[in-house]
């Protein structure tokens, strides 16, 4: 039998418990996970210029070429940040962080921001003091190394990380989790609710009830709740009571 939108809603609504208890158990959950288990993550970058890479005398202009060279170099720049040669002297000079090599590459992300001679250095720890202070010591190894190997100085620094700031932290974000998790409880709940219904072989309407016997209702009896019978029990038991001393009443006023 086909259902039409008026008979999901009522479906839906008639077992509507089963969403409630779907949607607490997952917002519950969500929040108890994104507050109590995950662990904050805070995030800390600093900015770096690269610029002209060659200097001749009386010149003042960049070219496209100095343009398109220096944005080529930042791509060498990237690799050799994520290098063991630039890790293994910020183990060495920051022994405070106590990080591996992996544990170290897995935290910093260099990124150039659209094209431009600016590139990022980012860290990302548990703390956001932390995060700025190793961010500001791979930015610190990094310009000192670099002129060494490629025997020039055209990396500027824009701006460190600021360790006294107080940041939000960049994940979790509990608020994103409960509505997905919200989302997906009243999905679940949904399918729940349609599967009960697939195996639920009760009679429900009198259209179904028409349908399964080709008959024609004549009358319905609804269902009575037992506080409804207590009550018209009481009626009932009230007015047998009075009805002997309505008659009695009665026939004293026939006798005069």
Do not use: C
Not at 86 to 94: A, V
Not at 150 to 175: F, G, R
Not at 219 to 229: L, S, T
Request: no cysteine; proline share 3%; aromatic share 8%.
């Amino acid at each position: 039998m086909e259902l039409d939108l008026r008979q999901i809603l009522h479906t839906i609504w008639r077992r509507k418990w089963v969403l409630l208890i779907t949607l607490v158990i997952a917002i519950s959950f969500a929040a108890y996970y994104s507050y109590q288990v995950l662990v904050p993550e805070y995030q800390a970058s600093t900015k770096i210029f690269v610029n002209k890479t060659r200097v001749v005398e009386g010149e003042t202009n960049i070219t496209l070429n100095d343009l398109n060279t220096n944005i080529q170099l930042i791509q060498t720049y990237k690799e050799l940040i994520r290098s063991e040669w630039i890790t293994k002297d910020i183990m060495s000079k920051y022994p405070q962080f106590q990080l591996t090599s992996d544990q170290l590459l897995n935290q910093i992300q260099v990124s150039s921001i659209n094209q431009t001679q600016v590139m990022v250095i980012t860290a990302q720890d548990s703390s956001y003091q932390r995060a700025a202070e190793l961010a500001n010591a791979v930015t610190n190894v990094f310009i000192t190394k670099v002129p060494n190997l490629i025997q020039m100085e055209n990396v500027t620094v824009l701006s460190y990380a600021d360790p006294t700031l107080s940041k939000s932290p960049i994940k979790p974000v509990p608020e994103i989790n409960i509505i997905i998790a919200s989302v997906l409880a009243f999905m679940i709940g949904l399918g729940i609710i349609f599967l009960m219904e697939y195996f639920d072989e009760s009679i429900k309407t009198e259209e179904e009830l028409e349908q399964l016997l080709g008959l024609t209702t004549i009358a319905v009896v609804h269902r009575v709740k037992r506080k409804d019978y207590k009550v018209s029990k009481n009626k009932l038991s009230n007015s047998s009571n009075s009805a002997p001393i309505g008659g009695n009443a009665h026939v004293q006023t026939s006798q005069q």
